[in-house]
C-alpha cells in the first residue's frame, strides 16, 4: 500500500514543533505502508529526500508564522496547486492521506481524487474556517459563504474523516451524519518525554532556582491570547508569589507581548527562543506546571493543543485557560485545573495550594503521566490511523 501524505507544515523532532505527522507517517513506514510525503520549507528549489523511511517532497512555498492573514492565504494557494502538480509523479498511489490547517489542503486532495482517482481521508485538527471566522480573520459575506461551502464539499468527497478532538468530532458528524469520522486525539509522547527530577544545571541555565516555574510553549499568535498569562503574571507579582513565567516559541504577537511584558515591568516573565523537541525536554525538567492559552473563543475551545499532550508525557501539573474537554480532562483525572482567563486572581487562588504543598504537587504530575501513558501514548493513536486507513475495500 502506498500513500500520499499532504501536510504543508510537516516537521521531524529535531526541527521542533507539532511532529504528529511526523510519528504518523514514521509509524505508517514501520507496518509497511509507502509514504510520500508532500510538504512545503523555506528554501528557494524542491528538495526529495528520505527521511527515517519517508520519501519527503519538500515544495517551494515560503511560509512564517509572523505572515498576515492575506499572506497565508497565498501561501496556502501556492501550495496546493505545487502539490498537485507533485502528486501527478507519484506513481502506483492508493490513497491520499490529507491534514489540515489549512483547509486548502482539502481542495489538492479532491482535485488528486479527480485527477488521478487516488481516494482521500481528511484530517482535521481544528475547525477552519470557523476558527478564523470566530477571531474576525474571516468576515466578508460572500468569503464566509465560500469558504463553509468549501469545507462542506472536502468533507462529502473525503472517504472518511479523522477528527482531533470530541468537539471537532461532533461538529464535523453533524455535517456529513452518513460518513465515518474517527477520533484520534494528538499522542503523548511517553517514550521520549518522562518525569525527572530537576537538574540544578538547566536551573542555573534558565535561571529558575527557588522558583515555581510555570511554562508556555507553542505558537505565540492571536489564537492563543497571552495576555491573559501577562495578567496572571502580574496579579502573581503583586502577591508575591515565587512563581516565573517561561513563554517559549514563535509567532506574529510575540514581539508586542515581550514589549508589553517590559512596559508593565513583569520581571517574573521570560521570553526565549522557539525550541526544537531535545530542548524542550531541558525546559520540562525545570517546569512545574504547563500553562495552555487561547482566547475565550468557543470554536477554540475543541481545540487538541501538542502543548497539553506533552505536558502529560513530562509529568506536568496542566493549567488551562480555556473550557471545552482539555479542561474536563485536567479536571476528571486529576491533573490540572481551569483558571477564568477574564478573572487574574483566579489563577493565583488555585495555583497556590500546589507552590505550598508538594504532596499536592506531586500527586497531580502522576495523574497527568498516568493519563498520558493510558489513553493518548504514540503507539495507540499510530495502531489508530492504521486501522483506519487499511480499511478502504480493494486495496
Known sequence: MKIIYLHQYFKTPEEGGPIRSYYLAKGLVDYGIEVEMITAHNKPSKVIKEVDGICV???????????????RVISFLKFMYMAIDEAAAIIGADLCFATSTPLTIGLAAIKI?????????FEVRDLWPEAPIQMGAISNPWLLRYTRDMEQRIYDQAEKIIALSPGIHDNIVKKVSNKKVALI??????NFFEPQKKNPYLEDVFRTNNKFVVS????????????????????????QLPVKFLVVGDGAEK??????GHHRKLVNVEFLPFMNKKELRELLNVTDAAYISFANKPILET??????FDALA???????NTKGWIRELAEVNQCGFYTDP???????EKISPFIKDKTRLNRFQQNARKLGEEQFSRQQQVSELINVLTEIPNI
Open 216 to 239: 508556555y510553549f507553542g505558537a505565540i499568535g492571536k489564537a492563543n491570547h497571552l495576555e491573559y498569562l501577562l495578567e496572571a503574571a502580574r496579579v502573581s507579582l503583586d502577591r
Open 57 to 71: 517532497h519538500y515544495l517551494p512555498v515560503h511560509y512564517d508564522n509572523s505572515f498576515s492573514f492575506q499572506q
Open 314 to 320: 513530562s509529568g506536568k501539573l496542566v493549567v488551562t
Open 113 to 121: 481524487k479527480e485527477k488521478f482517482s487516488i481516494p482521500y481521508h
Open 185 to 190: 486525539p494528538n499522542m503523548s509522547d511517553v
Open 342 to 348: 477574564e478573572k487574574p486572581p483566579d489563577f493565583v
Open 255 to 260: 514581539n508586542r507581548l515581550e514589549k508589553l
Open 303 to 308: 481545540n487538541s493543543p501538542n502543548k497539553f
